[in-house]
């Protein structure tokens, strides 16, 4: 509902009266609401799984379990999962110009000017894959990581 007309101290003509504060009124205040804000702790449900729920669950952990799991180095796992990321929105924006290719009922114009944006949007990510697999390059060089680490990235690389 909208209120038509209506006036503010401001704009009305008439002064406003300067409000006191009782400087010991708002610090009792303030303590009771800092005490009232104050959480309480409660112990919750303890929950134990069992062997075979936990081989479960890190199974269904997500696309980037095998990278979690994988023993690296942190800042080699992020860069694994961006690159990963990456890939994934390369291939979406493919499949979507495969779509708008395909769209009979956009115009020609339409169909370019989405073509257009989609190439955009792949090369940008594609700029963005050449930084992250130098980044990778740069760390994995800085990490002295092992024959075995090497390899383990090679192939977390390589999965899709």
Known sequence: MTA????SPGNSGVTTLPEVANTDAAIDRDADLSSAATPTLVEGVKVSLSGAAIEKSAAVG??????????LPENIQQLLKMIRKIQKEIVEKKARMAA?????????EERINKLAALRGAIAALNSGMITASLALSKVMNQSALSADQNLKVGALLTKP
Do not use: H, R
Request: aromatic share 0%; net charge negative; glycine share 14%.
């Open 4 to 7: 038509i007309g209506t006036l």
């Open 62 to 71: 997500g696309e980037n379990s095998d990278i979690d799991n994988s023993g």
């Open 100 to 108: 708008v290719m395909t769209d009979k009922s956009l115009s020609n």
